[in-house]
């Protein structure tokens, strides 16, 4: 059986300062999820600097944080690096690894994504493992062969320890454009990952998979009631309190 609870994770980006996060952290806890959003679990992953000023803010809330990368090492002369044992830490439960932003601009390849999510798991973080497919490679009719590729590193690189992970589908179309995939094209994908996941591993059938690109509060409802949306992975609309609060709470 799959899990019941939605799990609606906020990723801040490079986005914040003290005086805003402590602003909108506020602001998330007077949404007081636990009882306004009791099917959800929720997370925010903040920059890491300001990591310890989150954790301190919602520590014995409902809440839970992670990280917005993580390194596929634990330790060593690795400027710039922050690792998962660093992370952990703080108190923090996810790392997200492999978002398009780092594939693109930072050349990530997929079996570097698959060894940050070993890394993460190595450390007691779950992993939030992206994929998602290009305007053009979806319009070339490409799209389940991108997110096959993508996911088939991380199930040859973590073998049983797969159903330990949390998957989230963005296209990188519908990141920051504004555009969102239909229901049922994010459903489509969803259908298909679950699949393949199904037949790497099958007690895998039960990874929560998670939906990105321009999630807001108007179409939140119909994404997450759709058969294969186990949540999401918020962008814009997590930096808003109200938003983020109204998108956990339609889950």
Same mark, same amino acid.
């Given at each position: 059986?799959? /899990?019941? $609870? ?17 602003? &909108? ?7 007081? *999820? ?23 803010? &919602? ?18 002369? =690795? ?14 439960? =996810? /790392? ?15 079996? *570097?994504?698959?060894? $940050?999510? $070993?890394?993460? #798991?190595?450390h007691g ?42 998957? /989230? =589908? ?22 298909? %990952?679950?699949?393949? &996941?199904?037949a790497a *591993?099958?007690?895998? /059938?039960?990874?929560?998979? %998670? ?11 119909? #994404? ?14 997590? *930096? $808003? ?11």
């Amino acid at each position: 059986m799959r /899990a019941m $609870k939605k799990l609606v994770v906020g990723n801040w980006k490079m986005h914040g300062s003290r005086a805003s996060n402590a602003e &909108l952290i506020k602001g998330l806890l007077a949404a007081d *999820l636990a009882a306004t959003a009791p099917k959800a679990d929720v997370a925010v992953c903040p920059p890491f600097v300001f990591l310890a000023d989150v954790a301190e803010a &919602l520590k014995g809330s409902a809440i839970a944080w992670g990280s917005q990368d993580v390194s596929v090492q634990a330790q060593g002369a =690795y400027t710039g690096e922050v690792s998962g044992p660093m992370v952990r830490e703080f108190g923090a439960k =996810y /790392a997200i690894v492999g978002h398009s932003e780092r594939r693109s601009y930072h050349l990530e390849s997929d079996q *570097l994504v698959a060894d $940050k999510a $070993k890394a993460a #798991l190595a450390h007691g973080l779950t992993p939030i493992v992206c994929v998602g497919e290009t305007l053009a490679e979806r319009e070339a009719g490409q799209t389940e062969a991108v997110v096959a590729r993508q996911m088939k590193a991380v199930i040859d690189t973590l073998g049983a320890q797969l159903v330990q992970v949390v998957v /989230a =589908y963005e296209p990188v179309w519908a990141i920051g454009t504004g555009k969102t995939a239909s229901p049922e094209q994010a459903q489509a994908v969803h259908a298909f %990952l679950r699949a393949q &996941l199904k037949a790497a *591993l099958p007690e895998a /059938a039960k990874v929560p998979l %998670l939906y990105g690109g321009s999630v807001k509060p108007d179409n939140a409802a119909e #994404l997450f009631a759709q058969a294969d949306i186990d949540g999401g992975l918020i962008g814009g609309a997590a *930096l $808003k309190a109200a938003d983020f609060a109204a998108i956990a709470r339609a889950a």
